[in-house]
T-cell receptor
Framework: DSGVTQTPKHLITATGQRVTLRCSPR?????VYWYQQSLDQGLQFLIQ???????AKGNILERFSAQQFPDLHSELNLSPLELGDSALYFCASSVGSGGPQETQYFGPGTRLLVL | AQSVTQPDIHITVSEGASLELRCNYS??????LFWYVQSPGQGLQLLLKYFSGDTLVQGIKGFEAEFKRSQSSFNLRKPSVHWSDAAEYFCAVGADSNYQLIWGAGTKLIIKP
């Protein structure tokens, strides 16, 4: 158990809908990262937040948005959903502001299925 | 641009046999190197990492990896695999010039009884 929690574990929804994925980092960690893992794209970095502020942006689509709240939990919003958004979404956390030397600790993921 | 290549999509190994998973990277300077494991239905767990110093790195679960600068490789090894090692293994590279990790496509390890 990494100490990173994600809810829900599974989500089945329809195209055009909106979903919110939630992540709580390890106690004391200030950075949260979001990743998307799909069969065709592999593991893709979406976005990182550090202490409430956006720190780095990856391959995040315009339809997706995220934020980190004062209690350091983070939410990833996806809307409007498309079939291709079906994937496993991981959250990870790290102790500092990020960077190539920081170890990232991953949550168990949220599996999203868009029908 | 930096890149990470894991040339083997799948590897099948008999239980008790040795294992080597390959990882090659493209980067001009010494990178920061990581191996993560993803068990079925689980998140990614850090196995080991290399930043500097001794090029042979020991990790958890009996894994080790060797950094070879001349070959731009960071291969993961285990002398004797167990059925519980069946999982997907990811190599990742970090660099000072690139804030985020670059991830390989993963290698799925299948254990034959």
């Amino acid at each position: 158990d990494s100490g990173v929690t994600q809810t829900p574990k599974h989500l089945i929804t329809a195209t055009g809908q909106r979903v919110t994925l939630r992540c709580s980092p390890r106690s004391g960690d200030l950075s949260v990262y979001w990743y998307q893992q799909s069969l065709d794209q592999g593991l893709q970095f979406l976005i990182q937040y550090y202490n409430g502020e956006e720190r780095a942006k990856g391959n995040i689509l315009e339809r997706f948005s995220a934020q980190q709240f004062p209690d350091l939990h983070s939410e990833l919003n996806l809307s409007p959903l498309e079939l291709g958004d079906s994937a496993l979404y991981f959250c990870a956390s790290s102790v500092g502001s990020g960077g190539p030397q920081e170890t990232q600790y991953f949550g168990p993921g949220t599996r999203l299925l868009v029908l | 641009a930096q890149s990470v290549t894991q040339p083997d999509i799948h590897i099948t190994v008999s239980e008790g046999a040795s294992l080597e998973l390959r990882c090659n990277y493209s980067y001009g300077a010494t990178p920061y190197l990581f191996w993560y494991v993803q068990s079925p239905g689980q998140g990614l767990q850090l196995l080991l990492k290399y930043f500097s110093g001794d090029t042979l790195v020991q990790g958890i679960k009996g894994f080790e990896a060797e950094f070879k600068r001349s070959q731009s490789s960071f291969n993961l090894r285990k002398p004797s695999v167990h059925w519980s090692d069946a999982a997907e293994y990811f190599c990742a590279v970090g660099a000072d010039s690139n804030y985020q990790l670059i991830w390989g496509a993963g290698t799925k390890l299948i254990i034959k009884p």
